[in-house]
């Protein structure tokens, strides 16, 4: 399969790209997987269910809106170097300029009804093992230390995840995946320490069970949404 030239931003595209004019629940994404879909899947109770290691990385991961001109097939394709960089927003992208900045990785993918990733929140007590990520995580959110720490104590903890538009180079429909504590409006950049009680949740309890194999919606974008008329 050749490059899908449909996909290039073009100068009179709209950046970012307005997801809240979308019906969302008509709308969905598509996430590339290391290997094959048969490979790391199970099914629990009649319930389909991912291997966490064939998503990647989360913190800022990357999916592809469906519904203008990207196609659930293009997934396969991975752009790197130049063609990975953010789109300036104004130029006419030309296929001819980025040669060797895509190959076609022939891996499978799933999908995410927008709902599942934009605007949804997740809340979860999540237990804290040790006082430093306890600490750590109250001068996240500029919090005293108003509960004394003890093995094990448990923090109701809410998560917003929220799809930002970020268009490369040579897919105008790339979004990336935030992270974002609901009631502080702050952004988890970064794993490690408290962060990876949060991802490893987010990743096994929504990414890995909230997909589809198969399409399940039919909306259409209007091309006045992403294009100046």
Not at 17 to 37: C, M, W, Y
Request: charged letters at 25%.
């Amino acid at each position: 399969m050749d490059y899908p030239e449909s996909i290039l931003p073009k100068a009179n595209y709209v950046t970012p790209f307005p997801l809240e004019a979308l019906n969302q629940s008509d709308f969905s994404v598509t996430r590339r997987i290391k290997g094959k879909l048969e490979d790391n899947i199970d099914y629990i109770g009649g319930r389909a269910r991912i291997d966490p290691d064939c998503l990647g990385t989360i913190v800022g991961m990357s999916v592809n809106l469906l519904g203008g001109t990207f196609l659930p097939e293009f997934t396969s394709f991975h752009q790197h170097d130049r063609g990975k960089e953010t789109w300036d927003g104004t130029s006419d992208i030309k296929l001819a300029d980025y040669e060797g900045c895509y190959e076609d990785l022939g891996e499978d993918f799933v999908f995410y009804k927008l709902p599942v990733l934009h605007g949804a929140i997740y809340p979860h007590d999540y237990k804290f093992e040790k006082k430093g990520n306890y600490r750590a995580y109250q001068e996240f959110v500029e919090s005293k230390l108003n509960v004394q720490f003890t093995e094990g104590i448990k923090v109701p903890i809410s998560i917003t995840l929220t799809l930002e538009h970020v268009p490369t180079n040579l897919n105008y429909w790339h979004f990336e995946m935030r992270v974002v504590l609901t009631d502080e409006k702050k952004q988890i950049n970064k794993g490690g320490s408290w962060r990876d009680l949060i991802f490893t949740h987010i990743l096994t309890t929504v990414l890995c069970q909230e997909f589809t194999e198969k399409l399940e919606t039919e909306g259409v974008i209007a091309p006045e949404l992403y294009s100046k008329q």
